[in-house]
């Protein structure tokens, strides 16, 4: 599911400020920016084995997380809210565990990969049947 449908279905009046009038968020977990971060990384990994039929090598997925990561850190309009014990360092080497462990895992060969993150649309209604009126939401492409 998207982001942006997600915010939709569990708070319209939220979908509605950043959407519809366009208000930044006051604040952001740092959940969103390291599970982007890992999207991004798997998405890599699939795409290389997609054009070069090899597993890509884990530093690479590693630095992609950790770039991507810091990137979208840097440009939040929203301060960034970190658990207890947690900054950007330890964010990112926690990132970087996870996407060794998932490069380790992962064996492509054994999946029929398609696609890599399609674009995603649909027409959405309110309860009395009145069309919303249409967002798309495009993934990235690297």
Known sequence: MTDTLFIYMNCSLKYFFRYVLGKPAERMSIALPVGKAVHAGIE?????????????????????????????????EA????????????????GKAMM????KAVKPENVNVKAVELPFSAKLYTE????????RCHRRSH
């Open 100 to 103: 060794t462990a998932f490069c």
């Open 79 to 94: 301060p960034v809210v970190f658990g207890d014990d947690e900054n950007k360092d330890s964010i990112i080497e926690t």
């Open 128 to 135: 009395t049947a009145h069309r919303v009126e249409p967002y």
């Open 44 to 76: 890599h990994c699939y795409r290389e084995y997609l054009s070069k039929r090899e597993k890509p090598d884990a530093d690479v997925i590693c630095k992609l997380f950790a770039d991507f990561l810091t990137a979208m850190l840097d440009k939040s």
